[in-house]
């Protein structure tokens, strides 16, 4: 087991602990300012022959801290048993040279951490890990499970005591179960026959590390070949850090299997379903545009957004702003395409908008007023690429509307005679129960209010979005193998009070009786 503190009250055949993280009060305290969605987690797993695990864990977290900044831990087996460091905060700060040193083994996973479900606290800090009378298991969770309460209260009753009101530890506890009675695979199948929402896990059971991907691959999860040994990572990017290939991505609903020494890994297409659900978020904003993901490079397929964005709704204006970082890659895009086939002056591309790199994604903002001035902490505008021009500013999406609205007045205030704003993506209208943080329908801008009421609001000359049809498109997917529940408000999951999109069924949970037993 882990060598943290023990958070449970042992159960019969169950003990679940975590490594004791230490809570951090500054970045995510009460009143810290986000400007778009957040991401939720990145997972990693490495089975290596006679090198230690750790150290690769560790660079493999670094590329993926993009996904999670609230906590990051590693869970390493040595053969004989696990060992655990998990810290509140991010990942150069939460692990130090001899946690490196004191986490034994050649396989282990990773993961960095923002709150999807369970709050902010450190209960829910995660690689999760369950000692049982069999055996050891850690886990590692991106996504987000809509039916975590009803199976929670089935094995409540059943006699588990739960340490967090997190989902991860529903699917631990869920998995240790079935594992007393049945071996790896047939208990990994069981626990996806009654888990139903979004996940990419990496797991370990004692030494063996596997993948996990749901049936309908709304998180990415892909697996890598290095010189001894193999990966599973959430993107690509932490593979090409180890200086790994990418093999490919895990299949929805397929469990890989990574030899402990190292040498290979086995397969299984443990549930099968007739279409995917990708977040299409995951090319728009969420993952680095290195990553490879689902077959597409995440930069390629952000010009490519942007080139169709220019073909719906492109202006002309004497210059195209990127909004850094994330509507760089949509605005090369869109000005390309403005300026394919032009005969008189080109629409200039250029950065206009200089980043402060040393302010985060949160800072604390105690008051309302000096929320609203925050993108000055962020954004400079260069006066002299602005003043006296028109000037289209592109970016990957509007949330609650508060840093476009500062973002034309930054413009405007440095003498922009028009301001248009382009998003890369379409107005998201609905939250998101999969595992991101896309805020409250009350708080979406877009949820109540048509395209000119919100350019309205923003103050902007014109506003265009990308539509649904031009997302599917340019992904190459059709709209019923995507999710697109925050753009639609129709989900590809049974989620209780929301429309989907396709004929799905959650399993039914009996909260009143023994776990029912899907067919191995
Ligand atoms: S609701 Fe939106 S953010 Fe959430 S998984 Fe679906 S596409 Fe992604």
Redesign the pocket.
């Known amino acids: 087991m882990p060598d943290g503190r023990d958070l449970s009250t042992p159960t019969p055949g169950y003990e679940a602990t975590n490594a004791g993280p230490t809570p951090k009060t500054d970045s995510d305290s009460a009143g810290a300012a986000r400007s778009g ?1 957040t991401e939720k987690c990145g997972v990693v797993g490495v089975a290596l022959d006679d090198r230690a695990a750790s150290r690769p864990l560790y660079y493999a977290l670094y590329a993926l801290q993009h996904r999670g900044q609230e906590s990051a831990g590693i869970v390493t087996h040595d053969g004989f048993q696990q060992h655990g460091h998990v810290e509140m905060g991010l990942v150069g700060d939460a692990f130090e040279e001899g946690d490196l040193d004191s986490l034994a083994g050649e396989t282990g996973i990773g993961h960095v951490r923002y709150p999807t479900s369970g709050g902010v606290n450190a209960s829910c800090a995660q690689p999760f890990s369950v000692s049982f009378k069999s055996g050891s298991l850690g886990l590692s969770h991106n996504g987000n499970l809509v039916n975590a309460d009803e199976i929670r209260d089935e094995l409540a009753q059943l006699g588990h005591a739960f340490t967090s009101d997190g989902d991860t530890e529903v699917i631990a506890h869920d998995l240790a179960r079935n594992l007393l009675e049945a071996d790896l695979v047939r208990a990994v199948k069981r626990t996806m026959d009654r888990i139903h929402g ?1 996940y990419a896990l990496t797991i370990m059971h004692d030494e063996t590390v596997l993948g996990v991907r749901d049936p309908q691959g ?1 998180r990415p999860l892909c697996i890598g070949e290095l010189d001894d040994g193999y990966v599973l990572a959430s993107e690509s990017a932490a593979i090409d850090t180890l200086g790994g290939d990418l093999v490919r991505d895990v299949r929805p609903g397929e469990l890989v299997v990574l030899e402990p020494d190292g040498s290979g890994f086995d397969t299984y297409q443990l549930v099968e379903q007739d279409n995917t659900a990708h ?4 090319h728009v904003y969420f993952a680095r545009p290195d990553s490879v993901i689902d077959d597409t490079l995440v930069y390629e397929a952000r010009r490519d957004l942007g080139r169709a964005l220019w073909n719906e709704s492109g202006v002309e204006t004497d210059v195209v702003l990127p909004v850094p970082d994330s509507g760089r890659a949509f605005a090369s895009g869109y000005a390309e395409a403005a300026n394919e086939g032009a005969d008189g002056d080109a629409i200039e591309f250029a950065e206009g908008l200089m980043k402060n790199r040393y302010v985060g994604r949160t800072f604390i903002m105690p008051t309302q007023d000096e929320r609203e001035r925050a993108v000055r902490l962020k954004l400079n505008p260069i006066k002299s690429t602005i003043e006296g021009r028109s000037v289209t500013i592109i970016d990957d999406s509007i949330v609650r509307g508060t840093t476009s609205r500062q973002l034309v007045a930054l413009l405007r205030e440095a003498g922009a005679e028009e301001v248009h704003v382009r998003i890369g993506a379409p107005p998201i209208v ?1 939250p ?5 943080d ?1 805020a409250s329908r009350e708080e979406l801008i877009a949820a109540d209010r048509s395209i000119d009421e919100i350019r309205d609001e923003i103050d902007a000359d014109s506003l265009g979005y990308l539509s649904v049809e031009s997302v599917a498109e340019v992904l190459g997917e059709s709209r019923l193998d ?6 639609t408000g129709e ?1 590809p999951y049974d989620i209780d009070g929301e429309e989907t999109d396709r004929d799905v069924q959650r399993p039914v949970i009996d909260t009143d009786s023994e776990p029912a037993r899907a067919d191995d």
């Open positions: 969605p979004s709304n977040c299409f978020f995951e609905a998101c129960y999969m595992g991101i896309m995507l999710c697109l529940g925050c753009v989900y």
